[in-house]
């Protein structure tokens, strides 16, 4: 099963989302082609009511915790209550350019 199909699956599972966009940006990194290592997570759900951020990402790291002892390198999580996800008028912010590793070295 492909990483991003089994985070989708682990999710919607687990959190039973009311919003959920799972995007694989390895290509923006230092990796080989196809790679899925690299993924950023816009998650909206009544679970994460009354939680902290941390608390939040807890959740998530607990329910990827095999793609995250594993495959998975860096996880960008956005993770929003119903009712931020409408403040915020559904819309997360683009991710940056990678920096590190050998894109770095070849900037410098």
Known sequence: MKIQTAIETKINNAMT????DVVNESHM??????SESHFKLTIVSALFE???LVARHRLVNKCLRDELDGPV???SMHT???QEWLQKNSEVRSSPPCLGGAK?????
């Open 73 to 75: 390198h860096a996880l």
């Open 80 to 82: 929003y209550t119903p």
């Open 50 to 52: 009354g939680k902290m």
């Open 29 to 34: 990194h230092n990796v080989a082609p196809g």
């Open 104 to 108: 770095r070295e070849q900037n410098d």
């Open 17 to 20: 989302p009311a919003h959920l």
